[in-house]
Structures are given as C-alpha cells and as structure tokens.
C-alpha cells in the first residue's frame, strides 16, 4: 500500500538524549514536512522540504533538525530532548507545495520525554 | 498574525447534519483544506476550496468565502463513524499550511 512509514510508533526518551524519527514516503512526493501536534493547538510545522536536497524552518523549529538526501526520506533529528518536546509527530507529503489533491500523513509517533 | 478559528468542540444526532463553521486571517491565501481526524490516528484529506462556492463530495460538503474568511463544512445524514476532530487549514502566500486547532463532534445515537 503506497503512502508514509513513521517509525518509531511511540518512545519514552529520556531527556538529554539524542532521537531521530524516521519518515519514508513511496510516492515520490516532491515536498515533505513534519509536524507536532499537541492538545489543544493546531499542527505545528517544524521543518519542510519542498524537493531533495533542500530543506527549510517552519513555525517551531528549535530543537530539531532535517535532512533531504533523496527523494524518499525525511529524518527527524532531536539532538538534545526535553520535556516539552513531549508530543505526537507526524510526518507528511504532497506532490508539490501547493498541491490541491492535499497532504498525505504518516501514522505518527508519539514521543514522551521524561 | 496569521489565525484560524474553528469551535473547539460539537455535538449532533446521528442522521442529522452538523456544519462546522472556520474563519480565517493569513498572509495570503492559496486554498483552504479540511481534514478528518480520528482519535489517535492522522488527519486525511477530505477538501480543498480554492474559489468561493460549494463543494460537494457525497455527503461531505465543503464552502468558501474569501472576502469574508470564511469556509464551513457541512455534514449530512450523521454516521456515528463520522466522531473525529474537523481540522480546517490555509495555504498562505508562501504555500505553508496554516492549520486550526480542530473541531471535536461527538455524534450520538
């Protein structure tokens, strides 16, 4: 079935430590993001890429970082957790940045930092 | 700023229609896409409104004013799998996804 791999499905990290969530998309998608999404606030955008190789910083993106090697892939990297990273992460895609057919989403990881 | 309002929550009767209400204010605007969110699980696509008017998708429909920020989304003959979060969000100027913090409706036999 083609769409977005999140793994892991959830973690309890400690705080301090290092994590990078992984996305794989099979769609061939051009863009990719990834957001958090806590109770109460809408999705929050950490970072994009709208192609391979490039990246940018969307709304929230202290604490985290992105990188695009091919077309496929969309790690997410906390170098140093805390607890307010503690939230739900979801991956997404889209055939280009302003596609009308929408974004297609991972299953998401949900991400506790003690 | 840029700020998307929706209610935070809605109750209606299976088999009745519920229209969820979004107003909005962005740096431009590019379209406007709800999602369907069910608890614990990812949003998935169900519309995009690009020109004022109505969109209709089975017994999903979706409305857009741009002079006035507004869109809704209008829900006909409830099904009790229709319980999910109703995110409304804009694409703005710079093509980014500005997203509402989403609409519970609990819907009840």
């Known amino acids: 079935t083609a769409g977005i791999t999140q793994a892991p499905t959830s973690q309890i990290l400690a705080a301090g430590r290092s994590m990078t969530l992984r996305c794989t998309q099979d769609?061939?998608?051009?863009?990719m993001y990834w957001y958090r999404q806590d109770l109460g606030l809408g999705l929050r955008l950490i970072h994009y890429?709208?192609?391979?190789?490039?990246?940018g910083k969307g709304e929230v993106p202290d604490g985290y970082s992105v990188s695009r090697a091919n077309t496929d892939d969309f790690p997410l990297t906390l170098a140093s957790a805390v607890p307010s990273q503690t939230s739900v992460y979801f991956c997404?895609?889209?055939?280009?940045?302003?596609?009308?057919?929408?974004?297609?989403f991972g299953s998401g990881t949900r991400l506790t930092v003690v | 700023g840029q700020n998307i309002d929706q209610p935070t929550e809605m109750t209606a009767t299976e088999g009745a229609i519920v229209q969820i209400n979004c107003t909005y204010q962005?740096?431009?605007?590019?379209?406007l896409f709800w999602y369907q969110q069910h608890a614990g699980e990812a949003p998935t696509f169900l519309s995009y409104?690009?020109l004022d008017g109505l969109e209709e998708k089975g017994r999903f429909s979706s409305f857009l004013s741009r002079s006035k920020g507004y869109s809704y989304l209008l829900l006909k003959e409830l099904q009790m799998k229709d319980s999910a979060s109703y995110l409304c969000?804009?694409?703005?100027?710079?093509?980014?996804?500005?997203w509402g913090a989403g609409t519970k409706l609990i819907i009840k036999p």
């Open positions: 997404a895609s889209s055939d280009s940045p302003g596609g009308a057919d929408g974004y297609t």
């Open positions: 769609m061939r998608h051009n863009a």
């Open positions: 890429s709208n192609t391979a190789g490039t990246t």
């Open positions: 962005t740096s431009g605007f590019n379209g």
């Open positions: 409104n690009v």
């Open positions: 969000a804009v694409m703005d100027s710079n093509y980014q996804l500005i």
